[in-house]
């Protein structure tokens, strides 16, 4: 018998659906999964941090393992691809809880982990930007470049929001250039900290710009969302005494929504339009 919570989800979608679920994951969750995005599901077990990173290691198609604490508990979850006979790239994500008390995965855990950490560490090399942790241009790009080529197919929405810090030069003659790198941080966090769902990203783009890619809202929607972002950022209360837009860090925004239905554009003509409107 399965003592192991498995979760069958779909890649080829952008809310990464959970199309199966094995009764010891129902034992584990209270609300059937059947149908709800995977990142919402793992954000609901353990944390938004946990969810974000089980996110990235799908849209990268990597095979990995995460330990989890889930109602006390400690789990170890294994994430693979599935690829069917003849596709060429996988459709399928299993995700499979392994409880680190049931005389397997306790072996030797504390080394298992130290090895997970060690892999995460490596790949974030190369798709981390080194001030802030988030995502680089290039890892952005490869995310962007996939969930457009999904939205297509299913005639979805995507939209991208570009914050620029203001007068942020000023800010670095002022302030010097370890105080701007904490700025950068401590802006970046809180713009994380306020996407609406697991599977939206945000990636820092050359010095002082974000780029956010929210899937499946509408103009207004967006423009709302970037400006209770626009509002987080200002009550950060970062003081920045040479600001042409007051005492405080603050950001200008632009706002690009695709409707994948009429937009003939590529992914790539589609971001840097927005990155030319706020002169990157």
Same mark, same amino acid.
């Given at each position: ?12 979608? &952008? ?42 290691? $799908? ?19 294994? $994430? ?19 409880? =680190?008390?049931?005389?397997?995965? /306790?072996? &030797?855990?504390?080394?298992?982990? /130290? ?7 490596? %790949?974030?090399? =190369? ?6 942790? $988030? ?16 939205? %297509?197919?299913?005639?979805? =929405? ?10 942020? &030069? ?8 370890? /105080? ?22 945000v990636a ?8 956010? $890619? ?8 967006? %423009? ?25 860090? =603050? ?5 690009a929504v &695709? ?22």
């Amino acid at each position: 018998m399965c003592s192991e919570g498995v979760l069958i989800v779909q890649l080829d979608h &952008n809310d990464w659906p959970v199309v199966l679920a094995n009764e010891v994951f129902a034992s584990m969750r209270a609300e059937d999964p059947v149908g709800s995005s995977f990142a919402d599901v793992i954000e609901g077990l353990t944390s938004r941090e946990q969810a974000l990173e089980a996110s990235e290691t $799908l849209r990268a198609r990597h095979e990995t393992s995460l330990p989890l604490e889930i109602s006390g508990k400690e789990f170890l979850l294994t $994430l693979k691809p599935l690829t069917m006979a003849g596709e060429d790239a996988a459709r399928y994500y299993a995700a499979v809880f392994r409880s =680190t008390h049931d005389g397997r995965g /306790a072996v &030797n855990l504390e080394s298992q982990q /130290a090895l997970l950490r060690a892999k995460r560490q490596v %790949r974030d090399l =190369t798709r981390e930007d080194s001030v802030t942790g $988030l995502l680089n241009e290039t890892a952005f790009r490869e995310v962007f470049l996939h969930d457009w080529a999904v939205a %297509r197919r299913e005639n979805s =929405t995507l939209a991208l929001v570009a914050f620029r810090l203001d007068d942020f &030069n000023a800010y670095v003659e002022v302030f010097g250039r370890h /105080a701007a790198d904490s700025c950068l941080r401590r802006v970046g966090l809180s713009i994380r900290r306020s996407l609406r769902r697991a599977s939206d990203v945000v990636a820092r783009f050359g010095e002082s710009t974000f780029v956010c $890619l929210s899937h499946g809202t509408d103009d207004q929607g967006v %423009r709302e969302f970037a400006g209770q972002i626009a509002t987080t950022v200002r009550e950060l209360g970062l003081h920045h005494p040479r600001s042409s837009k007051g005492r405080w860090v =603050t950001v200008s925004v632009e706002v690009a929504v &695709n409707d994948s239905a009429y937009d003939e554009r590529t992914a790539d003509e589609f971001l840097d339009g927005l990155l030319g409107s706020i002169d990157l």
